[in-house]
């Protein structure tokens, strides 16, 4: 666990942030921000699924702009690098040497050149009770040299990808509110009867046109 308590006051914040409904991008801009800037060396990525089973870059962080590039679009397999196979399987892809995994055969020498020697890339997942759906997308560090992650850095992005999962589901909740909320009101105005909302003391709240 880090030691550092300004680590769980960020942490705190990020989750009041997205309680308050902040833009999920706004959000996860934070995320990486914060893994940034608590654990020094690493540099943190998000990405996320997209139709046709493929991920795009959602933050690039400081990850070097030609390797996002390429990396956009990259489909979700067994053999797609650390993020594409982790979503791929549901659980985190450990790569301490780029160079020795054979599942960065096709981004090997990009990620090299490029100065990206190790990456740990964990699955974001849903942690309702019962749920079963796919990973949404990847949270991904990336390192400059080759080595495992330690207990301490594992915790610390175990607990961004959690924060993440937090916030896209909060966004697809709002989401598909709005969405609810929107396709009722169509049907209400456009009902031939007269649609009232009032509360207990019989004070109107809401009408629909025909009313």
């Keep these: 666990m880090s030691d550092d308590p300004t680590f769980f006051f960020d942490y705190a914040a990020l989750l009041e942030a997205i309680a308050a409904g902040t833009p999920l991008q706004q959000t996860l801009d934070g995320i990486v921000a914060l893994v940034a800037r608590h654990l020094p060396g690493s540099i943190p990525s998000i990405m996320l699924r997209m139709p046709g089973d493929r991920l795009r870059v959602a933050v690039r962080g400081d990850v070097p702009s030609e390797f996002a590039a390429a990396c956009e679009g990259l489909p979700i397999g067994p053999a797609s690098g650390s993020c594409g196979t982790a979503v791929f399987l549901g659980e985190p892809v450990i790569t301490s040497d780029v160079e020795l995994d ?28 019962g749920a079963s759906d796919p990973a949404s997308g990847s949270f991904a560090v990336y390192r400059r040299e080759v080595g495992e992650p330690t207990p301490a850095a594992l915790e610390i992005v175990s607990r961004a990808e959690h924060l993440a999962a937090i916030a896209i589901q909060a966004d697809r909740t ?18 031939f009867d007269s649609f009232f909302v009032h509360d207990l003391d019989g004070r109107i709240l809401d009408v629909n046109s025909e009313a």
Excluded: K, M, Y
């Design 102 to 129: 054979p599942r960065w055969d096709a981004f090997r020498t990009l990620a090299v050149a490029n100065g990206l020697r190790a990456c740990w890339s964990f699955p974001i997942r849903a942690r309702r009770i």
């Design 174 to 191: 709002l989401h598909q509110l709005r969405e609810s909320e929107a396709r009722f009101r169509i049907f209400v105005d456009h009902a």
